[in-house]
């Protein structure tokens, strides 16, 4: 696989990583990019992903051949709920070898993929295996996503001390501003916190603003 896998995570579901990741890959397509988007495990749906959905809409494509195909969404679950759960309720286990597959294959197609997990980091896949750990073992750098709601510099601080702990490449911290947020005081001053804490502990590390175009 070449060394263009993105994992996308975030402090928590409401983050709003999927907005996110669509966002990221169409300023990735203006800068004259081949880039595709991939849900590592969807849950909630049936037959398709909601959130390759929002990706597309977001920049602004079709569906794509590997949509169509299965690649960018290949384990989906009906019940929405983390991994480990949808899939005892489903009563089927997660493909593992499935999404990694797939992944291989749209890394040999495309310039970029941006491959964006469910919930945080610490969402359990399996009763055995959490998404940090899957990604320590895939060794994929990692775009975090945080935002400016109450509780996000908390959320933030401890996932950037998982993510130290485990030798993760912390390669982007996006600040999103959408959903947007009322008390702005809490959201500027969020945003500057984070971008000092970061400059100060992750200086290797990018940081980069979100917008809100909803």
Do not use: C, W
Not at 89 to 114: H, W
């Amino acid at each position: 696989m070449k060394n263009n896998v993105y994992f996308v995570s975030g402090i928590d579901t409401d983050a709003g990583k999927s907005y996110a990741t669509g966002i990221i890959a169409r300023q990735l397509l203006d800068e004259g990019k081949r880039v595709i988007t991939q849900k590592l495990i969807q849950t909630g749906n049936v037959g398709h992903s909601e959130d390759i959905d929002l990706h597309r809409k977001l920049m602004g494509i079709d569906y794509t051949a590997e949509d169509k195909s299965g690649l960018t969404m290949p384990e989906i679950f009906s019940y929405p709920a983390s991994p480990h759960l949808a899939s005892r309720l489903d009563n089927r286990p997660i493909d593992f070898d499935k999404i990694d597959d797939a992944t291989a294959q749209l890394s040999k197609l495309y310039d970029v993929v941006l491959l964006e997990g469910a919930g945080g980091l610490m969402v359990p896949l399996t009763e055995e295996f959490l998404t940090i750990d899957y990604l320590a073992a895939k060794g994929y750098p990692l775009i975090f996503i945080t935002s400016g709601k109450l509780g996000s510099i908390n959320h933030t601080l401890l996932s950037l001390e998982a993510i130290r702990s485990r030798g993760i490449q912390l390669d982007t911290v996006a600040y999103n501003l959408y959903p947007s947020v009322e008390d702005k005081t809490i959201q500027e001053d969020t945003q500057n916190f984070i971008e000092q804490y970061l400059k100060k502990h992750f200086p290797e590390t990018k940081f980069v603003v979100i917008p809100d175009i909803s």
